[in-house]
């Protein structure tokens, strides 16, 4: 059973940083790009970041550009996200995902998907 699961959410400041982590379990992940989505309360889940297998090609939203850096441990299979000069506006649940796909930006570009982690910024 594939499961890919998030860690490393919580309750901080306004400047603070955070980095969340997903591990993922239950198939080969070797070629899979893995990105990082959010969904903020009213609003659709959109892209945050994501690297490919080899780690040699990033991809940021322009939100996260500067301030998130998305990395991976192959030999873990787990990647992560770190989030510096946190804002309210990047309260929201974080989700990672695995896509095989070339193209990266699309929800549906992803197979598979964890359940999410909180991150909530406060003023």
């Known amino acids: 059973q594939v499961q890919l699961v998030e860690s490393g ?7 603070d940083s955070l980095r969340l982590s997903c591990a993922a379990s239950g198939r080969t992940f070797v070629g899979y790009a893995m990105g990082w989505f959010r969904q903020a309360p009213g609003k659709e889940r959109e892209f945050v970041a994501v690297m ?13 550009k ?33 896509t095989p796909r070339p193209t990266w930006k699309l929800e549906a570009d992803y197979n598979y998907w964890g359940q999410g982690t909180q991150v909530t ?3």
């Open 121 to 123: 910024v406060s003023s």
């Open 52 to 64: 490919s297998w080899s780690g040699g090609t990033t991809n940021y939203a322009d939100s996260g």
């Open 9 to 15: 959410g919580g309750l901080v400041q306004t400047g």
């Open 66 to 98: 500067g301030r998130f850096t998305i990395s991976r441990d192959n030999a873990k299979n787990t990647v992560y996200l770190q989030m510096n000069s946190l804002k309210p506006e990047n309260t929201a649940v974080y989700f990672c995902a695995a």
